[in-house]
């Protein structure tokens, strides 16, 4: 099983940018679908995280300002961001619990990152 994210880059304070992220390999179900980030020196921490029934929760940081939605036919997540600001300059990870047999259990994985830099 793989996370595969993209969509990062730069982009002036105040700007968008959309992040995604596709599970691919031996997939049976996949449930919690979620993003951190981790700015240099500092611990990863959670962005947002989205259930298999669309359930939704934010940090309180990104409240307002980004969107995570999935496409579960596809599973993929995505990140809408706006209203981007310097502190959200980091690299974004995301990651899914996937169960990769009908015997139900679920382990965790990790995309591989992709750096988003909010600078003008």
């Known amino acids: 099983v793989q996370l595969q994210a993209s969509g990062g880059g730069l982009v002036q304070p105040g700007g968008s940018l959309s992040l995604s992220c596709a599970a691919s390999?031996?997939?049976?179900?996949?449930?919690?679908m979620a993003w951190y980030r981790q700015a240099p020196g500092s611990q990863r921490e959670f962005v947002a995280r989205?259930?298999?029934?669309?359930?939704?929760i934010y940090a309180e940081f990104v409240k307002g300002r980004f969107t995570i939605s999935r496409d579960n036919a596809k599973n993929t997540v995505y990140l809408q961001m706006n209203n981007l600001k310097p502190e959200d300059t980091a690299v974004y990870y995301c990651?899914?619990?996937?169960?990769?047999?009908?015997?139900?259990?679920?382990?965790?994985?990790w995309g591989q990152g992709t750096q988003v830099t909010v600078s003008s």
């Open positions: 989205i259930t298999r029934a669309a359930g939704i």
């Open positions: 990651t899914a619990d996937i169960a990769t047999s009908a015997a139900g259990y679920y382990a965790q994985y």
């Open positions: 390999g031996s997939i049976f179900q996949v449930n919690h």
